[in-house]
């Protein structure tokens, strides 16, 4: 059986036959509704222009991401990936003012269950390997997977398969090129520690009070100091500034010409420097936070880049463009709520089946400090969506989810000036002429299709 909506179309709509239309998910092979207003009223050039707003679109939403307040919270990748879901839920109805109808497929669950694992692993790779390098990554895993999946498998008509491959090539070649040289330079971190002077009174064998000053090394400051290679920890006095390695064993007499009193707190401070170094560094089978963010970034473009592949099953429902977007963000909600109830059974299984300690050692969602920076990276990704959908519609698959992957460029460019973590004339200009190289892939390719 099929649920469906019945309307009465006019006499005049049907010539004068006085018949029914049925809107409703069409059978395989039935002709789609007619109101469909967005699909009917757009060609190939809306495909192009959406492609490029979800370029915009996709390479900023990790800017909130990066903020200084999402810094210091530290927050989850799965909080920060629950404000996508949801603004992507609130943003989808705007369809149907726009003549769409609402219609549901069981597609979405599945593109959801795609793109929120895939949205998690990628915030992740943001805040551990940068947002240059992060989308870079996935870029370009995304542009394989969706030509393979577009080409090869769906058998999306193209002018050449030997031109539709070289153009993913290079393509791919200026896409990799972007991800080498946006990656971060070695930096040296400069430690300054200030003494702080603490008095206390002690009484003397004859019972008489004696006030007695010490002096102990505290934690000043950690600045990233790039330019002086042989920099090396600051350690200051009420009297004058001395240069001593750090993390490193002391002879006596080192200590003794560092320090005229108390050369122990030298000692402890040594050790809290090594005790916050080592929270900084993180390792897994021997990989740094930088390197797991580079596999998060390349799950995300493996996993999370195929999240439209259902929309091609979809369309033989008369699924396509605008209609898919309820469907999806539906879909994704699911997902989410479902992968937060994996994170609590996994924390009353850590706690030994305390499910109430198990409730508050969840994420917080830090709503009055994040409610922006997670509103509009949620409402940036929705839009990216939105066109990405629209460009998939249009041209396909191999071409148009490609196509968005301009991304890059822009997360590059963010970054380059706002976040400086590409630096120095050679590796900007590197960045820039792989930048260059894959837009000439990405003309090349759209030049392809056919």
């Not at 195929?306 to 898919?324: D, M, Q, R, V, W």
Request: net charge positive; glycine share 10%.
């Amino acid at each position: 059986a099929m649920s469906s909506r019945v309307r009465t179309i006019d006499e005049d709509d049907v010539g004068g036959s006085g018949m029914f239309a049925i809107e409703s998910a069409l059978p395989q092979g039935a002709q789609q509704p007619d109101n469909i207003m967005i699909k009917e009223q757009c060609s190939e050039i809306c495909g192009y222009a959406a492609a490029m707003a979800a370029a915009f679109a996709f390479g900023s939403f990790g800017v909130p991401v990066k903020s200084k307040v999402a810094s210091r919270l530290d927050i989850d990748p799965l909080v920060m990936q629950t404000y996508k879901s949801i603004m992507c839920f609130l943003c989808c109805w705007i369809i149907i003012p726009l003549g769409e109808p609402l219609r549901f497929t069981s597609w979405g669950i599945v593109s959801g269950c795609f793109w929120v694992p895939g949205g998690v692993a990628g915030i992740y790779g943001i805040r551990n390997a940068g947002i240059a390098t992060a989308v870079g990554t996935w870029s370009s895993i995304i542009v394989l997977s969706s030509f393979f999946w577009g080409i090869i498998i769906f058998e999306e008509r193209v002018k050449s398969i030997r031109g539709a491959c070289g153009a993913v090539t290079t393509l791919i070649c200026g896409l990799v090129g972007m991800s080498i040289f946006s990656k971060s330079p070695s930096k040296d971190k400069t430690i300054e520690y200030e003494m702080i002077e603490t008095t206390s009174f002690k009484e003397n064998d004859e019972g008489v009070r004696k006030r007695d000053r010490s002096k102990r090394g505290r934690l000043k400051k950690a600045t990233n100091n790039s330019s002086n290679t042989n920099a090396t920890p600051q350690l200051e006095t009420r009297e004058r500034t001395v240069q001593a390695p750090i993390l490193q064993p002391l002879t006596t007499f080192e200590m003794q010409s560092l320090l005229d009193s108390k050369s122990d707190a030298y000692i402890q401070s040594s050790q809290d420097a090594e005790t916050l170094e080592a929270k900084k560094s993180f390792s897994l089978f021997g990989l740094s936070k930088r390197q797991m963010g580079q596999l998060a970034a390349a799950f995300n473009g493996l996993w999370g880049g195929t999240n439209l592949i259902p929309l091609h099953f979809a369309s033989k429902e008369g699924f396509g463009g605008p209609s898919y977007v309820v469907s999806f963000a539906c879909g994704s909600m699911i997902v989410t709520i479902g992968l937060w109830v994996l994170r609590y059974l996994y924390e009353v299984y850590r706690l030994d089946g305390a499910v109430v300690k198990a409730f508050h050692a969840l994420p917080s969602f830090y709503i009055r400090q994040m409610w922006f920076q997670g509103a509009l990276s949620g409402m940036l990704y929705s839009l990216g969506n939105f066109m990405s959908i629209l460009a998939v519609t249009f041209l396909g698959q191999g071409v148009g989810y490609s196509a968005t992957q301009c991304s890059m460029l822009v997360s590059g460019l963010w970054g380059i000036f706002k976040f400086d973590e590409i630096k120095g004339r050679q590796m900007i200009t590197g960045w820039f002429l792989s930048a260059l190289t894959a837009v000439v892939g990405i003309v090349w390719l759209s030049l392809e299709h056919k």
